[in-house]
Each structure stands twice: as structure tokens, then as C-alpha cells.
């Protein structure tokens, strides 16, 4: 039977990982030009960590460890026969694979809040696991690559993480628009339809717009308990259209009577303001149907699509006031953005962006017909080497025709041909196997050739 891997997850081929790690290097290098320093947390946290962080929804999507050992011989018979999964799992697991990289970070900030100075810059490359049904640009195992400000309400925090984004996704030549809302402003406009309490049912649907449609969106809102009469007032509101600063006029009028909501306004507008010295290159979006559907968010929010494909959201992320309360630490607002690196692939792949040299891969590779060869171009590989160039030599005496199909298999720019007058001349046949071109140089040359 032939081998195979769990849905939702992919083996990485070097062609895919030369690529992968050419949208981690942009996004790690903006990040650190941005101040931010890295860390990485465990692929496993506590399930007393993350459960209740992400909505009724998102713990669905948690992958549960189960316990070591015997784990079931404290389980009793009755509770076995009651097929109850939720209780059994709670049994049985105390640990679970990380959703996202938040959460284990406001973890971390509080384990570490002894060796921390606030306000803490951190970004994190790392995969998290969501037990979601696999689909194209949707997986199981995915990577976010996050940075987030914690320590600071300053609405600064939030005008940098834009101008990272717009950063990041013009060096990969990606055309974007960012979307931006406040979560107050969502609270004000849940008091506004006389639905207050229903905050977290509203911001789950309604984040769901632009996948289901607004007749699944107001269906949904009806069984979740929504009042039709408040359905019929919310559509008009969130359906807003204008520019910025019409939404926004708008907006304080319908929410002239609620605090919450204004603050959100307010919010907005500063935000804007700052943006208003920066020459962004991405489009930015006041969308007042955004309601990022995870629980911890609390101020402004913000999610990135593409323009020139229908592949969905490939960057979000947003401010969260008190993350970091559940684990003992209070009154500590962070902010931060998460880049879907996997969705990102699947746009420059889509979109043909990706370099079309590898970035990684080997440059000269040594062709000989015999061993005098073989032993002639061994030392010759190491000095290249330590001049450091990526080389190779091909390990065994077979014919050139099958050394140079290796050569071009694996995408090698140039070959160093070694046969009894290039050992007799103390040179090489340095061959382009891009362009055709072949000479005989000697080491030096030959340096000077591969750098260029």
C-alpha cells in the first residue's frame, strides 16, 4: 500500500521551500527593520490555555493530545457510555496543538512578564493546527508568521502594523487592499438594533459576509436568535457606502447615542490620521462588515486580501485590550497582524510573482570522466566553497550526458567540465547552461565568474 499523509497537510518539495522561505525572509526582514525581536512557543500548549480563547466555533476547531500512558483507566464505565465526546476529550486531553500564535503569546508575556520590557515587539514564524475541512488555500497545518506590540495603547501601534503590511506585500509585488473596522463600532451598532447582548453571535456571522452571502448571513443571524426587526436595521448600516470620511459622518450620526460606538469612531479617525503622512501603496478600506470572528478582539481590526485573485483573506489581525487578564496579568492592551504565509504562496504561484532564479540552490556543479578528474576537482570544490558558493560535484564516474541531465534537473547555473586537457592546463571547462556559453578559465577566472 502506497504511503500517505493526513488531509490538510503537504510535504514540501525544495522547489516549494526555496519559495516558502522567500516569502519568510521578506516578511521576517520587514519585521526586523520594524524593531521586532523573535521567539518561538511550543507546537503543544495546555488546553486550559487555549480553550474559551476563540469562540464556541474555534474550540470546535482545536486538535486535542491525549494524555500518556494508560489514559483511560480513569475513566468510568458510566461516563464511556455516554458517548459524550466534549466531556470524554476533557478527560482525556490535557494538551492540544496551538490555533494560533496570540494566544500563546499573551501566555508567554505573562510567564515572562519578569524579563519582558514594555511595550514588547515580538514576531513568531511557526505552523498552528486547526481541525477545519481541507480545501484549496484552507489546510490543517498552516504558517502564520505574526508581530505583535503588547504594553502600549497607542494607536501608533496600529499605523505601523498598516505600513507593515503595505511593506511586505509591495516587496512581494502583491496588489492588496486593507480593510480596517473597530469592534467598539460593531458593540455600538449591536446596541443600536437593540441587540447588545448578541455581540459575539453578530461579529461571527457577519464575518462570514463575503464567503455566504447576505441571505445566509441573515438566515444565520435568525437562528442564532437575532430578531428579524433588528436584522432589517442592521443590513442598511453595515451596507454603507461613500468614502472614509462620508462612512464616518454617517456613522456618528446613527451612533450619536452610544459611547462605545463613538470611541470606535474615534478611533478610526486617529488611525486615518496618522496614516495621512504615509504614502501607502495598498488601498486602504474602511469595511464595516469586517468583524474578525475571533473572540479576543476588542478595537480596531484589520484583514488583507488580493486583488487579482479570488483567493481570500491572506493577512488580519487587530487590537486586544486584555488578552493577557485570563492568565493573570491585567490592563495589558497589545496589538498585532498575522501573515498567512501558505495563502500567500498560492497567490504569487497563481500569479506568477514568485523570482524566477532560486534563491538557495546549487551554482557550479563538478563534471569529470574519470577518477583523475574526480581527484583533481575535489580540492577545486572546497576552495569554491569556502569562497562561499553553494558547489557540487557529481559522486560517481558516468557518462557527461547523465551528469549534465543532473545538472539541469536541479536547475545548477553553471557546470565546471573536468577532463585531461583542462588537468594538464591546471583549468576548467566552466560551462552556462543558461545561455550555452563554455570557456576554459582557471581558479581565478573562475571565481570571478560565479560572483558575478
Not at 499523509?5 to 520594524?34: A, L, Q
Not at 498598516?162 to 473596522?181: A, H, P, S, T
Not at 549534465?404 to 576548467?428: L, P, R, W
Request: charged share 25%; with cysteine; proline share 3%.
Amino acid at each position: 500500500m502506497k504511503p500517505s499523509i493526513p488531509k490538510g497537510t503537504r510535504d514540501f518539495s525544495p522547489v516549494e521551500m526555496d519559495r516558502r522561505n522567500y516569502i519568510f525572509g521578506v516578511i521576517r526582514e520587514v519585521f526586523y527593520r520594524y524593531g521586532f525581536k523573535q521567539i518561538e512557543t511550543p507546537s503543544m500548549e495546555n488546553l486550559s490555555t487555549l480553550m474559551g480563547k476563540y469562540g464556541e466555533e474555534g474550540d470546535k476547531l482545536l486538535f486535542k493530545v491525549l494524555n500518556s500512558g494508560d489514559f483511560s483507566a480513569k475513566i468510568d464505565d458510566e461516563i464511556w457510555r455516554e458517548k459524550n465526546a466534549l466531556k470524554l476529550s476533557g478527560l482525556l486531553c490535557e494538551k492540544g496543538l496551538r490555533y494560533d500564535l496570540t494566544v500563546p503569546f499573551a501566555r508567554y508575556v505573562v510567564q515572562h512578564r519578569e524579563q519582558i520590557t514594555f511595550p514588547f515587539r515580538r514576531f513568531q514564524t511557526q505552523p498552528v493546527w486547526r481541525a477545519d475541512k481541507p480545501q484549496k488555500g484552507r489546510y490543517r497545518e498552516f504558517y502564520q508568521c505574526d508581530a505583535d506590540i503588547i504594553g502600549s495603547n497607542s494607536l501608533i501601534n496600529e499605523m505601523e502594523l498598516i505600513e507593515i503590511i503595505d511593506e511586505v506585500f509591495n516587496i512581494l509585488k502583491i496588489n492588496v487592499v486593507i480593510k480596517i473596522n473597530n469592534r467598539k463600532i460593531l458593540a455600538g451598532i449591536a446596541q443600536l438594533i437593540g441587540q447588545d447582548d448578541k455581540i459575539t453571535d453578530i461579529t461571527v456571522v457577519i464575518d462570514k459576509l463575503d464567503k455566504i452571502g447576505l441571505e445566509n448571513v441573515n438566515a444565520e443571524l435568525l437562528e442564532k436568535g437575532i430578531l428579524q426587526d433588528s436584522i432589517d436595521k442592521l443590513k442598511p448600516v453595515l451596507l454603507l457606502q461613500g468614502t472614509v470620511n462620508e462612512k464616518i459622518g454617517k456613522l456618528k450620526e446613527l451612533l450619536r447615542n452610544y459611547e462605545t460606538g463613538l470611541n470606535g469612531i474615534s478611533e478610526i479617525e486617529q488611525i486615518f490620521s496618522y496614516l495621512s503622512c504615509t504614502q501607502l501603496k495598498a488601498e486602504l478600506e474602511l469595511d464595516l462588515t469586517l468583524a474578525r470572528g475571533l473572540n479576543y478582539y476588542t478595537g480596531a481590526i484589520l484583514e488583507v486580501k488580493a486583488l487579482d485573485t479570488s483567493i481570500g483573506s491572506i493577512s488580519g489581525g487587530g487590537r486586544y485590550d486584555n488578552l493577557t487578564g485570563v492568565f493573570g496579568l491585567e490592563g495589558v492592551s497589545g496589538v498585532g497582524v498575522s501573515f498567512g504565509a501558505d495563502r500567500i504562496y498560492d497567490v504569487l504561484d497563481t500569479l506568477n510573482l514568485f523570482p524566477t532564479t532560486s534563491l538557495s540552490g546549487t551554482k557550479l556543479l563538478f563534471v569529470h570522466f574519470d577518477e583523475n578528474g574526480l581527484n583533481y576537482a575535489l580540492p577545486l570544490l572546497r576552495k569554491v566553497r569556502q569562497n562561499g558558493i553553494s558547489a557540487e560535484i557529481y559522486p560517481e564516474t558516468a557518462k557527461i550526458k547523465k551528469q549534465m541531465h543532473y545538472a539541469d534537473n536541479n536547475n545548477i547555473t553553471f557546470v565546471a567540465i573536468v577532463g585531461e586537457e583542462e588537468i594538464k592546463n591546471q583549468s576548467v571547462m566552466l560551462k552556462n547552461m543558461q545561455t550555452g556559453e563554455q570557456k576554459q578559465v582557471d581558479m581565478e577566472a573562475l571565481m570571478r565568474e560565479l560572483k558575478g
